[in-house]
């Protein structure tokens, strides 16, 4: 178990729906990522907070966004579904921003079926 | 470009083999991490190792070892007498240091490794 939590576990919704993914990070880790999984892109960087705040931006598409809270809780919001979003979204985080230097732990990730 | 190659898609060995998962990098910073995780059938991603650029010792860790040259970017992972558990897919990534890149990390495409009991 690597103290990151993510729910739901899986989601299935229609395309044109919005959902939203949760994320708990570690506790004591400030930067939370946010990485999307599928079969033809393989493991895709999307984005990263850092105590509240967007750190770097990876393939994230602009119907995708995110936050931080307060209590370093994100939340990943997918708006306009489609087909191709169909994906496990996993929720990382580290200990600080790093510049590089901190491994990151995994969530065990959200599915996301869009039909 | 790709950052972070594993050439090897699939891989398939005996139990009690040893096998090498290869992972080539491409980086102009002279200050980066190499990392290995591990992603069993169960779907998460488990972190095994971290290695900085400066530091080119290999590490043995039981039945896992990491081999880092630099003079050839490559960061290969050994499992020494393979096990059934050892049965997952293995991804290489890659972060470097500049300022303002944040944490980002690169992943490799996966090596899909089937230990035949």
């Known amino acids: 178990d690597s103290g990151v939590t993510q729910t739901p576990k899986h989601l299935i919704t229609a395309t044109g729906q919005r959902v939203t993914l949760r994320c708990s990070p570690r506790?004591?880790?400030?930067?939370v990522y946010w990485y999307q999984q599928s079969l033809d892109q393989g493991l895709q960087f999307l984005i990263q907070?850092?105590?509240?705040?967007?750190?770097a931006k990876g393939n994230i598409l602009e119907r995708f966004s995110a936050q931080q809270f307060p209590d370093l809780h994100s939340e990943l919001n997918l708006s306009s579904l489609e087909l191709g979003d169909s994906a496990l979204y996993f929720c990382?985080?580290?200990?600080?921003?790093?510049?590089?230097?901190?491994?990151?732990?995994f969530g065990p990730g959200t599915r996301l079926t869009v039909t | 470009a790709q950052k972070v190659t594993q050439a090897q898609t699939e891989i398939s060995v005996v139990e009690k083999e040893d096998v090498t998962l290869d992972c080539v990098y491409e980086?102009?910073?002279?200050?980066?991490?190499l990392f290995w995780y591990k992603q069993p059938p169960s779907g998460e991603l488990v972190f095994l190792i971290r290695r900085n650029s400066f530091d080119e010792q290999n590490e043995i860790s039981g039945r896992y070892s990491w081999n880092f040259q630099k003079s050839t970017s490559s960061f290969n992972f050994t499992i020494t007498a393979s096990q059934v558990v050892d049965s997952a897919v293995y991804f290489c990534a890659l972060s470097e240091a500049a300022v303002g890149t944040g944490n980002q990390f690169y992943f490799g495409t996966g090596t899909s490794l089937t230990v035949i009991p």
């Open positions: 980086t102009r910073d002279t200050t980066y991490y």
């Open positions: 506790s004591g880790d400030l930067s």
């Open positions: 990382a985080s580290s200990v600080t921003p790093g510049q590089g230097s901190y491994e990151q732990y």
């Open positions: 907070y850092y105590n509240g705040e967007e750190r």
